[in-house]
Nanobody, 114 residues
Framework: QVQLVESGGGLVQPGGSLKLSCAAS????????MAWYRQTPGKERELVAR???????TYADSFEGRFAISRDNARKTAYLQMDSLQPEDTAVYYC????????WGPGTLVTVSS
């Protein structure tokens, strides 16, 4: 069973940056498109960005230009570089294969506050 573990969250001031990591177990990482999602209390989990097996990237409208998704297939890790963070970016961030085919990991909490 594939396990996903997100890390890199924390407290950051408005305008700051964070880089999140998503480490996957198993040997199938390089076959699948991966995605980052986020969720705030009382809201549905929303898609932030996704990256294909060979690096093709797409972003939800409100994130392009501020966030950058990447992956390292050798390390079985996906990344999300987040710049110009704002308080409304406060959320728990999760990763998963596109189609949400793996069990969800614990997520990593990002708090943007002064």
């Amino acid at each position: 069973q594939v396990q996903l573990v997100e890390s890199g969250g924390g407290l950051v001031q408005p305008g700051g940056s964070l880089k999140l990591s998503c480490a996957a177990s198993g040997d199938m990482f390089h076959f699948f498109a991966m995605a980052w999602y986020r969720q705030t209390p009382g809201k549905e989990r929303e898609l932030v960005a996704r990256i294909g097996p060979f690096g093709a990237k797409t972003y939800a409208d409100s994130f392009e230009g501020r966030f950058a998704i990447s992956r390292d297939n050798a390390r079985k890790t996906a990344y999300l570089q987040m710049d110009s963070l704002q308080p409304e970016d406060t959320a728990v961030y999760y990763c998963n294969a596109v189609g949400e085919i793996y069990p969800w990991g614990p997520g990593t909490l990002v708090t943007v506050s002064s």
